[in-house]
């Protein structure tokens, strides 16, 4: 059931209720509070995955924990992340005190979560992340286990893979592109916004693709809230490059798009561009982001048996198709696999269940490994590439890479322009 | 006997000083209920609010000290406190001192910064000191990105050490902080120290004229502030655990600004007051799923309104009901009175 | 890389000058620090994005109705919010400062914090001595070029502009000579929240219009204005113009360094203030009633 009001209402709710309906409501709720920036596009899809999941289950009556089946009772937590840090903290702990929560889903923003992570650990409480992904949140359960051991990452896979996963998508990536213009020295121009997350992918950057047979003509990093990259763009054009490699988070990301297509560049942006993921990236580039490309989580692809039930019935429900902090739903289903796999919800044996099993999420099979991070992977998580072509985000990786490849993957398309 | 003698000077202290005026006892009481809440209650979260709420009180309070009372009103009064913080954190990480050696350095820091910036707007005025004073802490935050491997960037300090786990520990650290920082900032304000900043604030060239080494006082006001706002920031990041750029925010400077002319500028009280009274509020109201998206827009119509309404701030308003200022002493006297205290002269 | 930083840098300059300007205006006639001046620019764009995406007026339309909505929203403003509190220097600031976060919430109520956009005016790029620039970065040239040009008249030419011009000398002596004072402040207000609406909507299919789009312009402006000297036009100008260009020089000359462009300016700004105290082309007021 999904509850969003004041407690005293909540527990006037929960007596009537009880008068009126016996046995059944009587059965204490599993509170989950989903803590993320619900004013924000990704705190929606927070939410949004989480309720998708929590309807379905309680649907069935709730979770089996042992003898009874017990429904879940979602808590929407707002941390104002995005604005403030000790507000988020702030939250973390109203939600575990005052709302009693017994798992916490959510975070996004990674400066607020490594926060977040500390006061959740305080309380020895279970908390999924769906949405950060710095390295530092891993490396904290491996050096101090019995303190950290209480957090796992859910969604995405930590930045160093995901830096993985770049290098490889751009492989395939530059390989058609020698073949289609023939000639062997592709030139690439990095342009990565001036953030910490990003720049160890741009030092990797710098030193890979040289080894990949590509040459770096330029790094540039505009700010993550530059309004403007036509001076950086010019410059660019005028190294003639092939593949511009984006590390984006920031409103930068759409601008980059904007302005690419104004330009009518023949370079083909690449790498990760969060903006671009979103449903609403077309109209916020007033349609000029065509060729634009980047790492996402989910498309229309059978990743799993999961993945297709899943983004169908989002689609349906919501009108969009989930962005990656939607994997809220996997979290809970993750939850629910556990606890009805070691009968409690105790937190201690659902780590330990946790850190043993295989799951078959919506975004692949997910095993965390040593840092309690999804281990990435053919078999594993992969991830996906998207490109947008005429308004639509369609997915062209993996497409035979190392023997995976989804069904639904798309062709890659090159800016056909002068 | 001296306990004797102590006890009953404090007691005549409280007759003669302090029960004769009701704002000075709702003072008073207010110490006195902070340092006993726990005592009620043991609610971690509560306690996390007024931790919070005390530490900006104490932020607020130093700024009332520099701009209300010596008139140099700092538009970016951020950059102690995130200054002192990201010190006292980096010495704590590298160097491995306790917080209660880190947060002293941290504020004395912050207190040379301070010199350094009362230096640098000695022949600022007005509108002018108040945008270099906005301009400087932006500067500092775009130094510390430019050195993620020093400041962490955008990620900030992490693994800053807790002064104690207590939460109630924690508590009265802040609070008497802030009761300690306040009451000295007052006492300085009530002295030959604080008369001069306040003729500093009206007519500089007079204060000049008549002697005074006005550059001195200034740079003076500009260090004692950032020392006070300088603790408060170390505090802060050693109860949050990681100090990033949000510390040297322009909206925490704003923060500073609103809360002392909201409450009542050259007070001290008023800022503190306007604090404890706007923060747990706009807590409170994150908790109603309906309110969290207009709590900033509640915050700004409730600063609005009291501009328009009470122009000096709510403190002097309340105060101005409840007391009466003698015709002919200048003292404060309680409104129901019918004769000054002081002077005897009838109260109109 | 010498004409990309010429060309861009001038229309960078251009905008900043748009606002400068109007804030400048402002500050020499009543003394007010408007600090809603950049929020008002931002409801100009988010206006225009209404209008004319997503309700399909015709482009014209919605610029002119939105610039007309703006000015009067920024005269409410004036007579309800600022003049009530002018006398205190501070106060003023407190207000425009919380005015501009009620705008910026109720734009994130309305439009929630996505980033929008809107489509150009005109498309398509035009390549001007090796430079790549899109062709509605040029109108947005020719916008601000005619703008300032018409400010320019108005304040020479008529005896609005007379009346300005003589009250942000001396109010006092200008009420005196049997001016009225509030009329001139108000018509003031009115140029230059145009002024700020004009930059918004003609910067609003450049970049990307979110609700926290007020910051940097303001404290880019405040920069302009305060170096070339609070209440000089001519001052606002020449500052728009150094500041646009050391931003711009940035981004080119330090690629990887380019998100200090800010911060270079700012400190430009300090330097400046520390020799000359009352900026570039200020009057050094001596205390003022």
């Known amino acids: 059931m999904v509850a969003r009001v004041s407690?005293?209402?909540?527990?006037?709710?929960?007596?009537?209720?009880a008068l009126i309906g016996g046995t059944a409501v009587a059965a204490d709720p599993i509170r989950i509070a989903i803590i993320g920036p619900m004013g924000f596009i990704q705190g929606e899809n927070q939410w949004r995955g989480a309720q998708l999941a929590s309807d379905q289950i309680n649907g069935k009556g709730g979770i089996q924990v042992g003898k009874e089946k017990r429904p879940i009772e979602l808590i929407q937590v707002e941390s104002n992340e995005m604005l403030s840090v000790s507000d988020a903290t702030n939250a973390m702990e109203r939600a575990i005190t005052r709302n009693k929560a017994d798992f916490v889903i959510g975070g996004f923003r990674s400066e607020a979560v490594l926060a977040m992570q500390d006061v959740a650990?305080?309380?020895?409480?279970?908390?999924?992340?769906v949405g950060a992904a710095h390295g530092e949140l891993g490396t904290r359960v491996k050096d101090d286990y019995d303190r950290y051991k209480y957090w796992f990452r859910v969604a995405p896979t930590k930045s160093a893979d995901l830096g993985k996963q770049i290098f490889a998508v751009l492989g395939t990536i530059a390989q058609e592109l020698r073949s289609k213009l023939g000639h062997d020295k592709v030139r690439?121009?990095?342009?990565?916004?001036?953030?910490?997350?990003?720049?160890?992918?741009?030092?990797?950057?710098?030193?890979?693709?040289?080894?990949?047979?590509?040459?770096?003509?330029?790094?540039?990093?505009?700010?993550?809230?530059?309004?403007?990259?036509?001076?950086?763009?010019?410059?660019?054009?005028?190294?003639?490059?092939?593949?511009?490699?984006?590390?984006l988070s920031g409103p930068v990301g759409i601008v980059l798009g904007r302005q690419v297509g104004e330009m009518k560049l023949t370079a083909v942006p690449?790498?990760?561009?969060?903006?671009?993921?979103?449903?609403?990236?077309?109209?916020?580039?007033?349609?000029q982001a065509n060729y634009i490309s980047t790492l996402d989580t989910y498309a229309p692809v059978a990743i799993t048996e999961e993945t297709l039930p899943f983004i169908e019935a989002f689609e349906k429900r919501f009108g969009e198709a989930p962005a990656y902090t939607a994997a809220t739903y996997d979290a809970i289903m993750l939850l629910r696999e556990s606890i009805e796999a070691t009968g409690t919800i105790d937190a201690d044996e659902l780590v330990a269940h946790m850190e043993k099993t295989t799951f078959r999420s919506a975004a692949g099979n997910l095993k965390f490994d040593e840092f309690h991070d999804p281990t990435w992977g053919p078999g594993f998580v992969t991830g996906l590439a998207v490109q947008w072509q005429d308004g639509k985000k369609v997915p062209f990786w993996p497409n035979g890479w190392q023997g995976v490849s989804y069904e639904g993957m798309q062709a890659f398309r090159f800016p056909e322009r002068k | 006997m001296t306990v004797m003698r102590f006890v009953r000077r404090g007691l005549t202290f409280l007759r003669t000083e302090v029960?004769?005026?009701?704002?000075?006892?709702?003072?008073?009481?207010?110490?006195?209920?902070?340092?006993?809440?726990?005592?009620?209650?043991?609610?971690?979260?509560?306690?996390?609010?007024?931790?919070?709420?005390?530490?900006?009180?104490?932020?607020?309070?130093?700024?009332?000290?520099?701009?209300?009372?010596?008139?140099?009103?700092?538009?970016?009064h951020a950059l102690f406190f995130g200054a002192a913080a990201y010190a006292s954190a980096l010495i704590n990480v590298h160097a491995g001192l306790t917080p209660l050696v880190t947060i002293p350095l941290g504020a004395l820091l912050a207190g040379a910064l301070g010199a350094l910036v009362g230096l640098l707007c000695l022949r600022l005025?007005?509108?002018?000191?108040?945008?270099?004073?906005?301009?400087?802490?932006?500067?500092?935050?775009?130094?510390?990105?430019?050195?993620?491997?020093?400041?962490?960037?955008?990620?900030?300090?992490?693994?800053?050490?807790?002064?104690?786990?207590?939460?109630?520990?924690?508590y009265y650290i802040a609070v008497v902080l802030m009761l300690a920082v306040c009451g000295i900032l007052w006492k300085i304000g009530e002295s030959k120290f604080g008369l001069i900043l306040h003729a500093l604030r009206e007519d500089q060239v007079a204060l000049r004229a008549a002697g005074i080494n006005t550059t001195r006082y200034k740079i003076l006001a500009f260090t004692i502030s950032a020392v006070a706002a300088g603790l408060a920031g170390a505090v802060y990041g050693h109860f949050l655990r990681s100090v990033g750029p949000a510390t040297l925010d322009v909206q925490l400077s704003f923060q500073a600004v609103i809360f002392g002319v909201v409450g009542g500028m050259v007070s001290i009280v008023g800022p503190v007051a306007a604090v404890f009274v706007l923060y747990p509020l706009t807590e409170y109201l994150a908790d109603f799923e309906v309110f969290s998206a207009f709590r900033l827009l509640i915050f700004a119509v409730i600063v609005l309104l009291v501009l328009l309404f009470m122009p000096r701030g709510f403190v002097p308003w309340i105060r101005d009901r409840m007391e009466t200022v003698c015709q002919r002493c200048k003292n404060r006297n309680t409104a129901t009175r019918s004769s000054c205290r002081v002077c005897g002269t009838a109260l109109r | 890389m010498l004409q990309d930083i010429l060309i861009t840098g001038l229309i960078n300059s251009g905008v900043y000058a748009l606002l400068a300007v109007g804030f400048s205006l402002i500050f020499g006639v009543a003394r007010i620090v408007n600090i809603t001046h950049t929020a008002f620019y931002m409801v100009a764009a988010y206006?225009?994005?209404?209008?004319?995406h997503l309700w399909g007026w015709p482009a014209w339309l919605a610029i002119v109705a939105a610039v007309i909505a703006v000015t009067i929203l920024g005269l409410l403003s004036y007579r309800l919010v600022i003049e009530p509190v002018r006398e205190?220097?501070?106060?003023?600031?407190?207000?425009?400062?919380?005015?501009?976060?009620?705008?910026?919430?109720?734009?994130?109520?309305?439009?929630?914090?996505?980033?929008?956009?809107?489509?150009?005016?005109?498309?398509?790029?035009?390549?001007?001595?090796?430079?790549?620039?899109?062709?509605?970065?040029?109108?947005?040239?020719?916008?601000?070029?005619?703008?300032?040009?018409?400010?320019?008249?108005?304040?020479?030419?008529?005896?609005?502009?007379?009346?300005?011009r003589a009250t942000a000398e001396d109010r006092e002596v200008a009420n005196l000579m049997g001016m009225n004072v509030r009329h001139v402040a108000l018509w003031t207000m009115g140029i230059s929240v145009g002024l700020a609406a004009i930059a918004g909507v003609v910067v609003a299919p450049l970049f990307v219009v979110d609700p926290l789009m007020w910051l940097d312009p303001l404290i880019t402006v405040l920069a302009i204005v305060v170096l070339g000297g609070l209440g000089s036009l001519k001052g606002s100008v020449i500052g728009a113009l150094i500041i646009g260009y050391v931003e711009t020089s940035t981004v080119f000359l330090l690629p990887a360094g380019s998100f200090l462009k800010s911060a270079v300016a700012l400190s430009i700004m300090v330097l400046v203030l520390v020799v000359r105290p009352e900026g570039l082309f200020g009057i050094a007021f001596e205390e003022e009633r």
């Open chain 1, 188 to 247: 690439v121009a990095i342009l990565a916004e001036r953030a910490v997350w990003a720049d160890p992918i741009v030092q990797a950057a710098q030193q890979n693709l040289p080894k990949l047979g590509m040459e770096v003509v330029g790094t540039w990093r505009p700010s993550a809230v530059a309004t403007d990259v036509t001076a950086e763009l010019s410059a660019i054009n005028r190294a003639n490059t092939d593949i511009i490699f984006t590390a």
């Open chain 2, 19 to 76: 029960f004769v005026l009701p704002s000075r006892i709702i003072v008073l009481l207010f110490a006195l209920g902070l340092l006993a809440l726990p005592l009620f209650t043991d609610d971690p979260y509560i306690l996390r609010i007024l931790i919070m709420t005390s530490l900006l009180a104490t932020f607020a309070a130093s700024w009332d000290f520099l701009a209300g009372y010596s008139g140099q009103v700092n538009f970016g």
């Open chain 1, 7 to 17: 407690p005293i209402l909540r527990s006037w709710l929960a007596i009537a209720l």
């Open chain 2, 125 to 170: 005025r007005g509108a002018y000191l108040s945008l270099t004073t906005l301009a400087l802490p932006i500067i500092l935050v775009s130094l510390f990105f430019a050195m993620p491997e020093l400041t962490g960037g955008e990620l900030g300090i992490r693994r800053v050490q807790r002064i104690t786990n207590d939460r109630v520990i924690n």
């Open chain 3, 88 to 164: 205190h220097e501070t106060a003023v600031l407190i207000s425009t400062i919380a005015l501009a976060a009620i705008f910026q919430e109720l734009m994130i109520i309305g439009f929630g914090g996505h980033y929008l956009s809107i489509p150009s005016l005109i498309d398509g790029y035009s390549q001007l001595a090796g430079v790549r620039m899109t062709n509605q970065q040029l109108l947005t040239l020719v916008i601000v070029a005619v703008t300032l040009v018409g400010v320019w008249l108005l304040l020479a030419k008529t005896r609005l502009g007379l009346a300005i």
């Open chain 1, 121 to 129: 650990m305080d309380y020895e409480k279970i908390f999924l992340g």
């Open chain 3, 47 to 52: 206006l225009v994005y209404v209008l004319g």
């Open chain 1, 270 to 287: 690449f790498g990760i561009n969060v903006e671009a993921q979103k449903e609403g990236f077309w109209q916020a580039t007033a349609g």
